[in-house]
């Protein structure tokens, strides 16, 4: 077993308690450390070492890394798009500063991080971005602060690559969905809480309307692209901002259908509320063909096998 020590920053959120549960199979339970401002009660974090971490406090950050020596930092915390509409200022802070203080930490001489994770998003794209097929490099206008502050960060990364030649790679995610952890304060929330909606109460009100076409993508393949591009060797990473990701595209109509194959009474209504603007600034349908090419990106799962998976697992939750 390898003594590699990972530090998980933002473990807590959807994707880093996933995270560490995949990554703590890898590497050992006690060689992934999950950090977050506190610690959520999922059973995950019963498994390995737990630090209390605030990203924006950076003398408490260097603790943690004396104490570890992580080879590898996967760096999650973020506000996501809607809780960043609520307070902009500090969404800029927290995702930038954050990002900041792990790529000074990555640069210093002797620091021992050999390789960075940082997720950028559909949130990078705007409304002058082509809506289907999504190239990787097009126009780039974000309307949120969400997405302004993923674009800088992509711009950050490479510059810290090119200039300092750290290892960092990075995922445009879509909206990401999975039954283990709970999304929070995304545009693309709304595609969890439907399965539970539909389980539960045969019936959702989707904040979104009727046509709204997002990519997304089931939380397996999520991990698998982020452990991928990990562990490519560096030759594959040929580009060095952040690769197109995709999985499906649906609208609310379509993934209703999906769930009324198994469960035929459930309904759908439509009730859309900010959250609608930044939807319609997203693409719906992504190019990720630089992913296949370069380090052999390809999903397995489409929306139906996806509602198969996701209506069987919450099942348990609620009966
Ligand atoms: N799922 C994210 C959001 O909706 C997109 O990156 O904010």
Same mark, same amino acid.
């Given at each position: 077993m390898s003594t590699e020590k990972i530090l998980v920053i933002g473990s807590c959120g959807q994707l880093g308690t996933e995270l560490v549960e995949s990554l703590r199979e890898i590497y050992g339970e006690s060689n992934v450390i999950a950090s977050d401002i506190r610690k959520s009660d999922? %059973?995950?974090?019963?498994s390995g070492p737990f630090e209390t971490l605030d990203i924006l406090d950076a003398q408490r950050f260097k603790e943690i890394l004396m104490k570890y020596k992580p080879k590898q930092v996967y760096h999650l915390a973020a506000l996501l798009s809607a809780t960043a509409e609520k307070n902009p200022e500090f969404a800029w802070k927290l995702n930038m500063d954050g990002l900041f203080h792990v790529l000074d930490a990555a640069k210093e %001489?002797?620091?021992? +991080?050999?390789r960075v994770y940082w997720p950028s998003s +559909?949130?990078?794209?705007? &409304?002058?971005? &082509?809506?289907?097929?999504?190239?990787?490099?097009g126009p780039m206008d974000p309307t949120t602060m969400y997405g302004v502050t993923k674009y800088t960060g992509e711009l950050l990364i490479q510059y810290y690559h090119n200039r300092y030649g750290v290892d960092i790679r990075s995922l445009r995610y879509p909206g990401l969905i999975g039954y283990k952890s709970e999304p929070g304060g995304g545009t693309t929330d709304y595609a969890v809480a439907i399965y539970h909606d539909a389980l539960r109460d045969g019936k959702h009100e989707c904040f979104l309307g009727e046509g709204t076409t997002l990519p997304m993508l089931y939380m397996p393949d999520a991990l698998k692209a982020t452990l991928e591009v990990m562990h490519a060797p560096s030759e594959k990473i040929g580009m060095r901002m952040s690769y197109n990701l995709a999985g499906m595209s649906f609208a609310p109509e379509e993934i209703a259908a999906s769930i009324q194959k198994h469960l035929p009474n459930f309904s759908i209504s439509y009730n859309p509320d900010y959250r609608q603007a930044i939807a319609n600034s997203w693409p719906a349908v992504i190019d990720d063909s630089l992913a296949r090419d370069h380090w052999g990106w390809s999903p397995e799962y489409d929306l139906d096998a996806m509602t198969t998976d996701m209506l069987l697992n919450i099942k348990e939750i609620y009966f």
């Open positions: 999922s %059973e995950v974090f019963q %001489e002797g620091s021992g +991080i050999g +559909i949130a990078a794209f705007g &409304p002058n971005t &082509p809506r289907f097929g999504t190239p990787q490099y």
